[in-house]
């Protein structure tokens, strides 16, 4: 037995070794290791065939990761030296990643390039992928959150078109909240999203962070205005006392009716295409966000969010990695893409195609997106972002007061924040 | 000729010696090199600052002594993360290892027929895969297509937010464990109850002693080296929470009511990595163990004295 | 004998309500995996699939791919557990029969070193992974798992009830020390032997927290990591998820039934070292 079991064992040691990563690439074609996150990264496996077809000599491989756990396997493989050649990354993960050195910078390739015209981007967007004012992603998909309202529960309210200040926001969620009655809301907004608070405050103006991003700025009176707004919004039950993981199936909710209102980004445009019934259809659509009182630009402000793709440092093949990049920056490419996943695409020339010129649920998002801002470039920003919401559900279930919250939002921040100044301290160029 | 008995002798045992050692050197090796070594280094470890700016650079890496535990002592989310582990502990743990008896109890009863069926049935969740078994909780658990509030409705009791109130998602998380864990148990107390005698109980029958009077008397003392070593590796196994509520909420939702000390050491260590403070978290939890495996150990010794 | 046949009926109700309350988890994700998307959250949530379907088994195995993750998991489960076998029984062995100097001590240093968590060991064993550049590769959750304290006591206590003078005579027939513990003691401890495999079989098949911080290519994944990345994709789709809960748990669940004896005997091993 023993003998047999050695023999095994060398055997599929033997078929170990040869599962070994591969890095050594046969008859001359490459393999490239691209991560796509959700379901982008379950798209784009559409889109390669005719990259395939182009570039015979590389093959893509395309690997999915849930965006939830997206930014720490990120992470994990910088740490553990095992980046892929090609990422879909959340813009507000660049200043971190590129600080990391985890990135290629991507100006030279960019000037030489035919495809990638920073001047067809919106420039709100184009903007986060730069620090220290070099370019380290091309962005794929831009993703900012409106308001996803019902049509026919504005109307009933007395509503003709949505609201484009706050007062008039929250007059009318509070008519659709009276006759909606006992069990219904008006408006979702789940409390383990960092984006909605951060809106609010910058519509107001807050800064976030001050000194460079030294210290954390909440208790400042914009954004302690702002998350009064926010909390007051579920503390008056406007909206229901819900995290992500609770809320079974957004569509079906927003159908029946438990709100009005959703806070949310372009993905769900064709997910409440797909899922809510036909009947349901028609009856909801999308406008830009409501500003706040006393201000005279509408629409307010939203989060220029998205995704870019990014080369990293450790890449075996930086030359093919961005090749892929130029073919997803394509503009037709980008209308297929935006067909195929109604992600929203970054370049204006692709903006012209019927099928987001034509459609006036994605029109609302045009119109946001010239009024978008950043968040604050620093990196440990992901870490901020989860300590606003965790900092503010007290708030929310009405444990603690507003003031309280953010004293104690400041304080993490600031510990956060102590190895950056640090850093700062001994190399200010260093970010 | 003894001289050469004695040298032969000497041979032989410094072959066998020499034998021993190359034997253990591949084991041990591997012990040494991913286990001890590492625990000592998560000591070393813990004394600095390491995070993704020294891996970035290894010139951002600062050594700061306690630091770390001192900023552990001042973070309420660690206080709570604690205090948690603790609450599942010592409400999950006797619960584990009572049901665990009770079942172990029923399955030895002389009345008992089919006595490998329940067996099997009982001790089937722990072998199962903790990941898996979890998500399927999940969505028993879930406030309105959840089959355990149908069940709770059907017998009357109000339907309950399992894992979105901050007082239920804690018991949830507990009954899962309990589900999963008390099988094995019921096993090593189930061979315990056997090697018990017959005699002591005809005896205490004899001096007229009902049910509870020989559980108590008999079965409880008898069974106590066993008991205190499942109570012992239960202790030991639920002071390292994770996948459950890795699973069930994620991030120890809600208000972090179901942070577990090993959760906080993932987030610290795995998600932002501050690889210094998640080690300094992990190395608290080591002495937590510790400690509590010899409160357990001198506690049982002092009842047998 | 009234009162005895009372506490038979009441001790057996007790018995089956225990066991239809343990297995009902298990019964109902077999029964939510095979029903048509959706219907499993239906209110009230049946019991019973309207109709039977595999379509989500298919999905698993085509388009999400979990069947490199079946493969992934088989095959370091198998490797862990082969690898493991030789190592932990070498070192069983000697620590059983083969004297030498500070044999006492170390064993019990060991015997004290069980009671470690391995997850204080996870941080720096990732940096130390890291170091040897096998992070993401199959050896990143083989090499730890290659020798285990529970392992080595569990052969060493089966291998003392060897008799000495069985190796003593191989020994003055001129067998080698190798040859001794391949030829005479790897058959005697095969009982023993039997039962840790399943042991550690099942343990790095239900492993989570190393594979899921080690393994950053899918490609590697194994089924655990594979289900809670799933997870993260498909909340919403409960059957979906089902069926991939089946798929991770009926191997090992299989594996128990058919060798539950052996997988016992080992649990009580452990027990009784007291």
Known sequence: MSGRALLMGLALASALSSCAPKTSDRDGVVTLRFWGLGREGEVVRDLMPEFQRRNPNIHVEVQQIPFTAAHEKLLTAFVGRVTPDLAQVGNTWIPELATLGALQPLDERIRRSAVVNPADYFSGIWDTNVVEGAVYGIPWYVDTRLLFYRTDLLVAAGFPRPPRTWNEWVEAMRRVKARGGPGHFAVLLPVDEYEQPVIFGRQLGADLLRDGGRYGDFRSPAFRQAAGFYVGLYRNGLAPVLANAQIANVSQGFARGDYAFYITGPWNVGEFRRRMPPEMQGRWSTAPLPAPDGSRDWPGVSLAGGASLAVFRGAAHPEEAWKVIEYLSEPAVQVRFHELSGDLPPRASAWTAPSLAGDPQVRAFHEQLQRVAPAPKVAEWEQIAAQIWQCLEPAIRGHESVDDALTDLDARVDQILEKRRAVLARSPRAR | MPADGITAMKRAARAEARAAWLFLAPGLGVIFLFFLLPIAAAFLLSLTDFDLYAVADWRNLRLIGFDNYLRLLRDPIFWKALGNTFYFVLVGGPLTVVLSLAAALMIQSKLTRFRGLFRTAFFAPAVTTLVAVATVWRYLYHPRFGLINHALQWIGLPAVDWLGSTRWAMPAIIILSIWKNFGANMIILAAGLQNIPESLYEAARLDGAGWWAQLRHVTLPMLGPTFLFVGVMTCIGYFQLFAEPFVLTRQGEPLNSTLSVALLMYKEGFRWWNMGYAAAVAFVLFVVILAATTLQVRASRRGEA | ?274
């Open chain 3, 1 to 274: 004998m009234k009162k005895s046949r009372v506490a038979t009926v009441l001790l057996h109700a007790a018995l089956v309500l225990g066991a239809a309350a343990t297995l009902f988890p298990l019964f109902w994700m077999i029964t939510a995996s095979l029903m048509p998307t959706g219907e499993a959250n239906s209110d009230p949530p049946p019991l019973l699939p309207s109709r039977v379907t595999f379509e989500h088994y298919g999905e698993l195995f085509t388009r999400l791919n979990l069947g490199q993750a079946f493969f992934n998991s088989t095959l370091l489960a198998t490797a862990v557990t082969l690898l493991s076998l030789f190592l932990n029984s070498m070192a069983g062995y000697a620590f059983a029969k083969l004297r030498f100097r500070g044999r006492g001590k170390i064993f019990g240093f060991l015997l004290a070193a069980l009671v470690l968590p391995t997850q204080v060991a996870v941080l720096p064993l990732f940096l130390l992974l890291r170091e040897m550049h096998l992070i993401s590769s199959y050896w990143g959750v083989i090499l730890p798992g290659m020798a285990s304290i529970f392992g080595i006591f569990l052969v060493r206590q089966f291998a003392l009830s060897i008799p000495d003078e069985l190796l003593d005579a191989a020994r003055i027939d001129g067998a080698s020390e190798f040859r001794i513990y391949s030829e005479i003691v790897l058959p005697l401890c095969r009982p023993i032997l039997v039962t840790l495999a399943i042991f550690t079989f099942l343990g790095t098949w239900n492993d989570f927290l190393w594979p899921l911080v080690v393994l950053t290519d899918q490609s590697r994944y194994t089924l655990p990591v594979a289900l809670a990345n799933l997870f993260g994709e498909h909340v919403q789709d409960t059957e979906l998820m089902m069926a991939g809960s089946v798929l991770t748990v009926l191997p090992v669940l299989l594996l128990f039934l058919f060798l539950q004896r052996h997988y016992i005997q080992g649990l009580l091993m452990g027990g009784v070292k007291e």
